[in-house]
């Protein structure tokens, strides 16, 4: 018994463990995953300027047409080089069948004439992904074809997740 009241009072709380977590610094991890796209788009029925959007991509799967577009809100011709653009501005809905997506701004440069090319980017809106997009940024480079057979692109990049 002796014993047992010795080794207790020799035990005294060491509070300086504690002491230094009021000093701990958290700090956010940020980290990348790269995203990619293969999509078509026509042109939706009702609504001018919008294209529903169909196709794959990563971290959603099969893309949910009904749900998908580009809408565009500013075209113009502008001329870069010495060379004549159609200069498209609007934003992009992306939503999986999972009902996984990402809303972004758009900004692209389409060739005139017909068939045309273009090239662009995605500038994802913070705050506004869900299921695997939550949390994301970043900007996705688009390129692709607008020809008799519909629009075609793809889309490569990296999100941002903070």
């Not at 300086?16 to 042109?43: I, R, Y």
């Not at 299921?131 to 519909?150: A, L, R, W």
Request: hydrophobic share 35%; glycine share 14%; with cysteine.
């Amino acid at each position: 018994m002796l014993m047992a009241g010795v080794l207790i009072s020799g035990c005294q709380k060491d509070t300086s463990l504690f002491e230094d977590q009021k000093n701990v610094e958290l700090k956010l991890v940020q980290f990348t995953k790269p995203f990619k796209g293969n999509f078509e788009a026509e042109p939706h029925p009702e609504i001018p300027g919008r294209y529903m959007v169909s196709g794959n991509a990563t971290l959603a799967g099969k893309v949910n047409p009904e749900e998908s577009f580009y809408q565009f809100t500013h075209m113009e011709i502008v001329e870069i080089d010495g060379q004549l653009f159609l200069q498209l501005e609007g934003w992009a809905e992306i939503v999986g069948a999972n009902g996984h997506g990402l809303k972004a701004t758009l900004l692209s440069y389409q060739t005139l004439g017909f068939p045309a090319t273009f090239q662009g980017k995605l500038f994802v809106i913070p705050g506004t992904g869900t299921g695997q997009f939550q949390g994301c940024s970043g900007t996705i480079d688009s390129s692709g074809e607008v020809g008799p057979e519909g629009l075609f692109m793809t889309v490569n990049g990296h999100l941002v997740y903070n």
